[in-house]
């Protein structure tokens, strides 16, 4: 609602009449946890930064076949689903409820390949000796490191499937409107975007020479 409108109605600032920085207080709620989120998430890059540049010998586990290539399937299934919530967005604001609950469902679809071929990479790993305090190479922070790095991001992930699911349920009910959607999409981008900078810092500088 802009000042005229609201002068026209005969509210003023003071009775709430106005959005705070112009911006509802759904999508504002959501900007101000995404930003301390972020600060959250490059505290840890930064330290996992710091624990591998101060380790001589930092393992290097990851082979093309089958880890890089799995990475790289999990990345393309975020970054899908990050296509499909701009399109789920874009329906909704047409008023396609159809549409966006279609998009959404695509969305978890994309999530829910990257949960699992994570959970499968974790197995992996374990299988293989990498605990939390130890692993095959004795450079026990790399398995502290790699596990609360990933594992906070798939807590998010899933977090958002969760989410999105909700907000897909309430579009069909009536209950949400494009606002919802909308907010929604802003999780979900962001969780994608931290990924953007987890897989090369942690899988591809990590790939073996071998």
């Given at each position: 609602?802009t000042e ?8 003023t600032?003071?009775d709430?009449?106005l959005?705070?920085?112009?911006v509802n207080h759904k999508?504002l709620g959501?900007w101000l946890?995404?930003?301390?989120d972020?600060?959250?998430f490059s505290?840890l890059?930064?330290?996992y930064?710091y ?9 290097t ?5 089958p880890?890089?290539?799995m990475?790289?399937l999990?990345t ?6 990050s ?7 874009a329906?909704?604001?047409r008023g396609?409820?159809a ?8 969305t ?6 990257f ?5 499968n ?7 293989e000796g990498v605990?939390l305090?130890s692993?095959p190479w004795?450079?026990?922070l790399f398995?502290?490191?790699?596990f609360t790095?990933t ?9 958002g499937?969760i989410?999105?699911?909700v907000?897909a349920?309430g579009v069909a009910r009536?209950r949400?409107?494009?606002?919802e959607v909308?907010?929604?999409?802003l999780y979900?981008h ?6 953007m ?10 790939v073996?020479?071998a």
């Amino acid at each position: 609602m802009t000042e005229r409108a609201v002068q026209a109605q005969g509210a003023t600032v003071w009775d709430g009449g106005l959005y705070p920085f112009a911006v509802n207080h759904k999508k504002l709620g959501m900007w101000l946890f995404i930003a301390s989120d972020s600060l959250t998430f490059s505290a840890l890059l930064v330290a996992y930064s710091y624990v591998r540049l101060a380790t001589e010998h930092w393992p290097t586990p990851f082979h093309l076949w089958p880890s890089i290539s799995m990475a790289t399937l999990m990345t393309f299934c975020l970054l899908s689903s990050s296509v499909t919530m701009v399109m789920g967005v874009a329906a909704s604001k047409r008023g396609d409820k159809a549409g966006a609950i279609r998009y959404l469902l695509l969305t978890m679809l994309g999530g829910t390949a990257f949960v699992v071929l994570h959970i499968n990479e974790w197995l992996g790993l374990i299988r293989e000796g990498v605990r939390l305090w130890s692993n095959p190479w004795n450079v026990p922070l790399f398995g502290a490191t790699f596990f609360t790095l990933t594992g906070l991001h798939m807590v998010h992930v899933a977090t958002g499937l969760i989410y999105l699911g909700v907000i897909a349920a309430g579009v069909a009910r009536g209950r949400f409107g494009h606002e919802e959607v909308e907010v929604s999409g802003l999780y979900w981008h962001f969780v994608d975007l931290v990924w953007m900078f987890i897989f090369p810092l942690v899988y591809l500088l990590s790939v073996s020479a071998a």
